[in-house]
């Protein structure tokens, strides 16, 4: 595989004569909500970090040409530092995982590794860091990466399938610990209490979703007024679809809680523009639980892997999820739209908690980038055998090097991609709307 792929190939990287990062997203733009677009466009401006969020499609095409080794692994897809973080497992532990999956799907580890220093790179220019400062920290994700792989090649593989990172180890780690605990006491307020505490109010007596333009809106200002008249059947028809698909015991704790209203919302920076809803569910006693269901479309990565999935993509990313996770939401499931769509659901705000990765010191970004090196690895070696994956990166540092080199380049390249976007706004390319809260 060396042979194949050596180590040191991994820092290599150009861009190609006809590359053109924003006719990508102008692509993708076409299957989104056209009245969501600018919201995408204007949240991918606010910074080069927001822009490298928004870009997975980018640099999906921009690895696909990079020397792998051909080991392949469930991928996360779309691996940046902000798509790591707490959330609540079924016991109600808090853990620190990766927690996005809309991109998951086999391919190489190699794709995730550097989607995820590169990040760190444009995080630590993000927060005012040195470059040298930028590189430490993207090359700590590089060898936590490596040295976890490592202690999974010695471990079984039901210790290392058990093996997961709880927030109280996260926040035993000295120089994490502040940060950890601000994170920590976000998530624990994240529940659906105060979810349907912020996102509902009374009317009539009854409650119902609050409207807040365009962060959340009916959803019947978004259909064709020939499916409105539909939209009760449709809420029942992906219930019912995706009652299936839960484990039989989940199915009937679900069945205790009826569908009360649903309202289109805004999420994340890539996800902008797709169809994402948040329902409002409650209980034969009255309790109420608030759920999320996001349109699922092919994974960026679909047209470069050598396995594409074809099937159903809610359940690609639920399936994924769950194969990457250590814990996942009890409540995962998929369902197919009554106008053909596919879609995943799950517990929103279910106790969530990210990290301000532009607030933390240099020191704190290296080892929060480690933190996240190192749940990577136990993520990709669920699927594959952690003893190739760390026979070919062997003991040297010469692949964190060859990673960190590539962070650092890639990290300019975005920072043009972002400057591209800027300019396409001012000329009047791209419409960019402002975002009122």
Same mark, same amino acid.
């Given at each position: ?5 050596? $180590? ?16 990508v997203?102008e ?11 600018? #919201?995408?466009? *204007?949240?991918?401006?606010a ?17 696909a040409?990079?020397?792998? /080794? ?33 991109? /998951? ?11 995820? *220093? ?19 920290? *993207?090359?700590?994700? @590089? ?7 490592a202690r ?9 399938w058990?093996?997961?990172?709880e ?17 920590? /006491? ?13 996102l ?14 365009? #962060? %959340?809106? $009916? ?15 449709? &809420? ?8 299936e /698909? ?9 069945e ?6 649903v ?14 809803f948040v329902?409002?569910l409650?209980g @034969?006693n ?35 999820? $769950? %194969?990457?996770?250590s814990?996942s ?6 369902? !197919?739209?009554?106008?053909g ?41 669920r699927?594959s ?5 760390n ?12 990673? !960190? ?10 920072? $043009? ?16 709307? &402002?975002?009122?809260?």
């Amino acid at each position: 595989m060396r042979a194949k792929a050596p $180590r040191a190939s991994h820092a290599e990287w150009s861009p190609s004569a006809d590359r053109d990062p924003l006719q990508v997203l102008e692509e993708q733009s076409r299957s989104r909500l056209p009245k969501l677009v600018p #919201l995408r466009w *204007a949240r991918m401006a606010a910074s080069p970090l927001a822009f490298y969020r928004g870009a997975a499609a980018v640099m999906a095409a921009d690895l696909a040409p990079t020397a792998v /080794t051909g080991i392949e692994v469930q991928t996360s897809g779309d691996a940046h530092l902000l798509n790591f973080g707490l959330y609540a497992s079924p016991e109600r532990t808090l853990m620190f995982d990766l927690n996005d999956f809309d991109e /998951t799907i086999a391919g190489p580890w190699e794709w995730d590794l550097k989607r995820l *220093a590169a990040s760190v790179a444009v995080a630590a220019r993000s927060a005012g860091h040195l470059p040298d400062e930028g590189g430490a920290a *993207a090359e700590e994700a @590089a060898r936590r990466y490596r040295e976890t792989m490592a202690r999974l090649a010695t471990m079984s593989v039901l210790d290392g399938w058990y093996l997961c990172i709880e927030a109280a180890d996260a926040a035993r780690n000295r120089t994490l610990r502040r940060a950890t605990k601000r994170a920590s /006491t976000r998530a624990s307020s994240r529940d659906h209490i105060h979810a349907y505490s912020k996102l509902t109010e009374i009317v009539d007596g009854r409650p119902r979703l609050r409207d807040r333009p365009p #962060l %959340i809106v $009916r959803v019947e200002e978004f259909l064709p007024s020939e499916q409105i008249a539909f939209l009760d059947e449709a &809420i029942a028809h992906q219930r019912e679809g995706y009652l299936e /698909t839960l484990r039989p015991d989940y199915r009937i704790l679900m069945e205790h809680y009826r569908v009360v209203d649903v309202a289109l919302k805004v999420v994340g920076t890539g996800s902008v523009g797709t169809r994402c809803f948040v329902a409002l569910l409650e209980g @034969a006693n009255g309790h109420p639980l608030l759920m999320q269901g996001k349109e699922a479309q092919a994974s960026v990565l679909e047209p470069f892997v050598a396995r594409p999935d074809k099937g159903h993509q809610g359940e690609r990313v639920v399936c994924g999820q $769950r %194969i990457l996770q250590s814990a996942s939401d009890a409540l995962l499931g998929w369902a !197919t739209g009554l106008e053909g769509g596919h879609y995943y659901w799950r517990q929103l705000w279910d106790n969530k908690g990210a990290y301000d990765v532009e607030s933390l010191s240099p020191l704190e970004l290296a080892e929060y980038a480690g933190l996240c090196g190192m749940c990577l690895a136990r993520a990709h070696a669920r699927s594959s055998d952690a003893d190739t994956i760390n026979g070919y990166m062997g003991t040297s540092p010469k692949l964190d090097r060859a990673i !960190t080199q590539f962070a650092q380049v890639y990290a300019d390249q975005n920072e $043009r991609d972002h400057a591209a976007l800027l300019e396409a706004v001012r000329s009047g390319r791209i419409e960019a709307a &402002i975002e009122t809260r």
